[in-house]
């Protein structure tokens, strides 16, 4: 029997090359989905929508945020091993639909999108609570993120791919600006699903055995949906999450800017649009960062405590800093939008400035998702799917409204909107995360004989809204803080 470290190790990989599989189609289909059917568009106005895109983009968050409201409660019924794999139908079903590429078709899709990613990061969240234990947290949560962030490095190899496949078939690739052909759409979509049943396969043969001591021991589970509706409600206006808000905005708004608004303007700019291979090398340059600053928190969580809370929030600032200052020198104003030959603010559009701007979006992700993982795991310990749920609700909030106003937003605005709010996330997350150490150094104070009950055994005059705990003890009751 292998020893619990071991397998750990082995789940958090093995997930990891599964959620790789499922996510190389989503990151090739994002990067391209604004551009391609802004060519179709330009050829059958009826069919679709210039900015259907963005606007797509946005009705998949406000799906998302709307099931992460109930998603939490298929815990109760399912290991997260299936509810990774019901993610994954979805998204395969999602990809499938551009084959009959058509307006109510492709909305309705973002909806079924938008259940994808509730079902998936539900799943993914409680999966790594299962495998690991609060020491391990941080290395097993690192260590499947450097992993599964090769998706946008295997997305740029996918994409060269297809496009090679295009060109040696006739169709014409590169007018003035990038533009799709529907046999082109129909090539890299069914690509995009045949991954999509590849990882649905992966995630069927996950392994699936309890640990002993895990992080999902201590997580109460909701009986009913109506419960579950109760709870979820009770740890949005939760003020431990309220505090919390603007960071977990701030996740939802720089994911859809690196993710679809930048790798759009790639394609919008004339400069830029006639490297045919542009977005697959940006990807390459952004896994190159992730996979980065993966190693570095694994190396350095185990040599400093709580890595992953000041140190780790102080160098994710920093890096989210050197972003804006250079999109807003190299892309031009208006690339967000609309195809132009305009001149950017400093920089030239080149490839060398794009690739850095590629690297320094993928460290910052890395580090975004490992923050959140951890805090969110430790924020309110009995609520755990509760809480990733809530930090994915604001998440789809803020990037449902980023997409519907994304048509107007020129890259000044974006940085201007992203810098603001990047300021009062770094402060509300350092602040949760002193909070967090305070409260752990209190409990390793407490007597071995000493035992924190479960939510559900503590007397009802504790304050559940507070950060006070009250412990029983054989001859009375004390209060601890």
């Excluded at 509760?386 to 974006?414: E, M």
């Amino acid at each position: 029997r292998m020893r619990d470290s071991s397998y750990a190790v082995v789940c958090a990989v093995v997930s990891g090359i599964a959620n790789l599989v499922l996510w190389t189609g989503y990151d090739a289909h994002v990067f391209i989905v604004e551009s391609v059917l802004h060519s179709v568009n330009g050829r059958e106005p009826e069919r679709i929508g210039a900015h259907d895109g963005y606007y797509g983009l946005a009705v998949m968050n406000i799906f998302y945020m709307l099931a992460n409201l109930v998603v939490p409660s298929l815990m109760n019924y399912f290991r997260c091993k299936w509810i990774l794999l019901m993610g994954a139908t979805f998204f395969t079903f999602y990809f499938l639909s551009f084959q009959l590429l058509n307006k109510f078709l492709y909305f309705f899709s973002c909806g079924i999108l938008g259940l994808a990613f509730a079902t998936f990061n539900v799943g993914y969240s409680g999966y790594m609570t299962e495998i690991s234990t609060r020491q391990t947290l941080e290395r097993n949560q690192a260590l499947n993120w450097g992993v599964s962030n090769n998706s946008v490095f295997f997305s740029g190899l996918l994409y060269m791919l297809l496009t090679t496949l295009s060109m040696q078939s006739g169709v014409e690739i590169v007018s003035k600006y990038r533009e799709y052909s529907d046999g082109e759409v129909r090539l890299f979509f069914a690509a995009m699903a045949v991954l999509g049943g590849l990882g649905m396969v992966l995630f069927a043969f996950l392994p699936n055995r309890e640990m002993v001591g895990c992080i999902a021991e201590t997580t109460e589970r909701t009986k009913t949906v109506k419960e579950q509706l109760s709870k979820m409600v009770r740890v949005l206006v939760d003020r431990r999450i309220l505090i919390l808000v603007p960071f977990y905005l701030y996740i939802g708004l720089f994911f859809s800017f690196w993710i679809s608004i930048v790798p759009t303007t790639l394609q919008f700019t004339r400069a830029l649009a006639e490297h045919k291979f542009l977005p697959a090398y940006f990807g390459m340059c952004f896994s190159l960062g992730s996979t980065l600053m993966s190693l570095l928190t694994m190396f350095m969580s185990n040599r400093v405590k709580n890595f992953s809370f000041k140190p780790l929030g102080v160098l994710n600032f920093t890096v989210h800093c050197l972003i804006y200052i250079l999109a807003v020198c190299l892309i031009p104003e208006w690339s967000t939008v609309r195809p132009n030959d305009e001149p950017s603010l400093l920089i030239p559009p080149s490839i060398p400035p794009v690739l850095v701007l590629g690297f320094l979006f993928g460290l910052a992700d890395a580090a975004n998702n490992t923050c959140r993982t951890v805090i969110s795991s430790l924020l309110i310990p009995s609520s755990r799917q509760q809480t990733f749920g809530a930090s994915r609700f604001y998440h789809a909030l803020a990037a449902s409204i980023l997409f519907f106003a994304s048509p107007s937003l020129s890259v000044y605005t974006y940085v201007i909107v992203l810098s603001t709010v990047l300021v009062l996330a770094t402060i509300s997350y350092l602040y949760t995360c002193a909070h967090v150490s305070r409260e752990e150094r209190k409990q390793s104070q407490l007597p071995p004989s000493y035992v924190v009950p479960a939510l559900s055994e503590l007397p009802e005059k504790r304050n559940i809204d507070s950060f006070s705990y009250e412990v029983k003890t054989p001859a009375k009751e004390s209060q601890l803080y």
